[in-house]
């Protein structure tokens, strides 16, 4: 479907309203050999390819994926979007996809509704007070916009919270990336989509892997799937809580375990927060949805598990932290509560690279905070698997850091899911 | 909220205890190399299905046992005391 509709206000106005728009990309069937297949059609992976196509030339793509197109966590993130990260190779990283989000709706011609209206996060105690400082002090250093604001100042600029010195945790102060914000998720994955197939690419769903097949010295000769073996010499995992099981196919082993990671919305309500709000301390983020619902994010099991629903109690906890937070918002029934399956790494960095195995190259360990990296996600390990080493802001994410001991520690961002 | 059994107590709600990872892991021996350190630390089979691991019953007994669970259903199909292997 090279032909697609180029969306624009004429576009809409010619197609009137009300009627029903063409499927906006190619549902395709696999053929017997390409030249890249990327395992799983997330916006990460859908990113890839997508970047693969445009930047590198490589047309000869299928994106694959056992359920449907962005069903996985792409489907079940709070859409939260930052890079005001400690580390410099992090912050490289995620202010790599910020500068992509903020151009990202023209370059796809498809409204991904990235909307900055800045991410509060909210410190408590006196520690909080100090991370939070040494953040918005490297962020300058780093060229990225982050700024400290008194209890007073956050109350401004985010009306509804709770801000009162005699709450179980009264808040001392916010750190705020105005640039923050979020994203519709669904639209990135369809967005990426559209554009991926437009270029060629071959999106297949309902087509899990079962095997990644090797030749004799090793390398990657192709994937076998429930549609079928599929000859490939390159193969990008990108699968997210189900990645050590891909990898196991080849006989790798990863630094990974799987945590069920839960999120809840509230019925629909009149606009009453204008931004992003985290905290770590009380362990709560809540930002709300165009639609009107509260989208609200919960924490982790603590223990490793597939069961894409996790124990109530989290949930329960979460909501506490949130009413606290938000007197206001007590009597607020909520929806529907869901949980997906993040990959976490010992260091919570992600894992952006080549393997030990010729041909083979995973991108994973996102664990709660993949969502805001997906543009650039997808741009750097385009380019890591076009060439077949790694793009500079990758390499310092590979996987080979387990061995030499480069770790790049992000607890600190990771202490509440993000 | 699972209801885990401690081999020592009988069966607790699962915020009575810690979650202690992989089971089986032995450490390697000082002079081992980077290899066989790092496959210790980090690695982990992270299986979708059976899985082995250690439970500590922290604000009870305070003990590490062994686990068997299912990670795609949670239901736990056996609990035991840590023995010399």
């Known amino acids: ?418 | 909220m699972l209801l885990i059994s401690c081999p020592w107590c009988g069966p607790r709600p699962e915020n009575e205890f810690r979650y202690g990872g992989q089971a089986g892991l032995t450490r390697p021996a000082a002079s081992a190399d980077d290899a066989t350190w790092s496959a210790y630390l980090y690695l982990r089979n992270n299986p979708k299905g059976r899985h082995q691991e250690r439970w500590r019953h922290q604000p009870g007994c305070g003990r590490f046992f062994n686990c068997e669970r299912d990670t795609v259903t949670d239901r736990i199909s056996n609990t035991s005391k840590i023995g010399p292997r």
């Open chain 1, 1 to 418: 479907m090279g032909d697609s509709t180029r969306f624009s206000f004429l576009s809409l106005l010619r197609h009137g309203a009300g009627k029903v728009w063409d499927r906006q990309w190619r549902d395709a069937h696999p053929k017997a050999s390409y030249g890249v297949v990327i395992v799983g059609a997330g916006g990460h992976g859908l990113a890839t390819a997508y970047y693969l196509a445009r930047e590198h030339g490589i047309r000869d793509i299928a994106v694959l994926d056992k359920g449907w197109l962005g069903g996985g966590n792409t489907g079940r993130n709070t859409t939260i979007i930052r890079s005001n990260y400690l580390q410099p190779e992090s912050a490289a990283l995620y202010e790599h996809a910020l500068k992509l989000w903020e151009s990202l709706s023209q370059t796809l011609n498809y409204n991904v509704m990235y909307s900055p209206r800045g991410v509060l996060m909210l410190a408590h105690t006196h520690h909080d007070v100090q991370v939070f400082k040494r953040h918005v002090h490297a962020n300058r250093l780093q060229g990225i916009d982050n700024e400290w604001l008194t209890p007073a100042q956050a109350k401004a600029f985010c009306p509804p919270l709770d801000v009162s010195p005699d709450v179980r945790y009264p808040i001392q102060g916010a750190a705020l990336q105005r640039r923050g914000g979020v994203a519709r998720h669904d639209a990135v994955a369809w967005g990426y989509a559209r554009a991926a197939s437009a270029l060629g690419v071959d999106i297949i769903q309902n087509c899990a892997v079962t095997g990644i097949s090797r030749g004799a010295d090793g390398a990657v000769t192709g994937v076998e799937t429930t549609k079928g073996p599929i000859e490939t010499g390159r193969v990008g995992v990108v699968t997210a809580g189900h990645t050590s099981v891909v990898m196991a196919m080849a006989g790798v082993r990863m630094p990974l375990e799987s945590f069920p990671l839960q999120a809840l919305v509230s019925e629909p309500v009149k606009p009453v927060l204008p931004c992003v709000v985290m905290s770590n301390t009380v362990h709560a983020y809540i930002s709300q949805s165009d639609k009107g619902e509260l989208v609200i994010g919960g924490g982790t099991d603590v223990y490793a598990s597939y069961s894409q629903a996790g124990g109530l109690h989290v949930t329960r906890e979460t909501l506490a932290a949130i009413c606290e937070l938000f007197p206001s918002f007590r009597r607020l029934k909520m929806l529907r509560n869901w949980g997906g399956i993040v990959d976490t790494t010992p260091d919570r960095s992600p894992i952006i690279g080549l393997t030990p195995v010729p041909g083979l190259f995973v991108n994973c360990g996102w664990g709660t905070g993949g969502f805001k990296a997906t543009p650039g996600s997808g741009h750097i390990f385009a380019a890591t698997i076009a060439r077949g080493e790694p793009h500079p802001i990758a390499a310092p994410f590979s996987l080979d850091r387990f061995l030499s001991g480069r770790m790049i520690n992000e607890e600190a961002a990771a202490a509440v899911a993000h």
